[in-house]
Nanobody, 118 residues
Framework: IQLVESGGGSAQAGGSLRLSCAAS????????MAWFRQAPGKERELVGQ???????TYAESVKGRFTISQDNGPITLYLQMIDLKPEDTAMYYC?????????????WGQGTQVTVSS
């Protein structure tokens, strides 16, 4: 499975960006996708995930500001980010798991940079 992210870039604090992740797969059932991010000098963290049953969960740090959605046929995962903060600056990665319980994350995109200035 190949994952290709797009949509990163620069924004000012309070602005918005939308990331996309195109997967080379058509069947969403039993398949989990997620957005991770990693800032320089920090560990990679889970931003949010869309599991095989359609449930979406978010990290506390992005709740109310970020929204994950998914289109099928082929699968495209989106991350709509609003009210961006400088601490959202990171490389954002799309990941996929061949299991609906979202582990392990076997597939990764190349990443897209998001930079938020104050």
């Amino acid at each position: 499975i190949q994952l290709v992210e797009s949509g990163g870039g620069s924004a000012q604090a309070g602005g918005s960006l939308r990331l996309s992740c195109a997967a080379s797969r058509y069947d969403y059932r039993g398949f989990c996708m997620a957005w991770f991010r990693q800032a320089p000098g920090k560990e990679r963290e889970l931003v949010g995930q869309f599991d095989g049953d359609g449930r979406i969960t978010y990290a506390e740090s992005v709740k109310g500001r970020f929204t994950i959605s998914q289109d099928n046929g082929p699968i495209t995962l989106y991350l709509q980010m609003i009210d961006l903060k400088p601490e959202d600056t990171a490389m954002y990665y799309c990941a996929a798991s061949p299991n609906s319980w979202c582990a392990p994350w076997n597939y990764w995109g190349q990443g897209t940079q998001v930079t938020v200035s104050s």
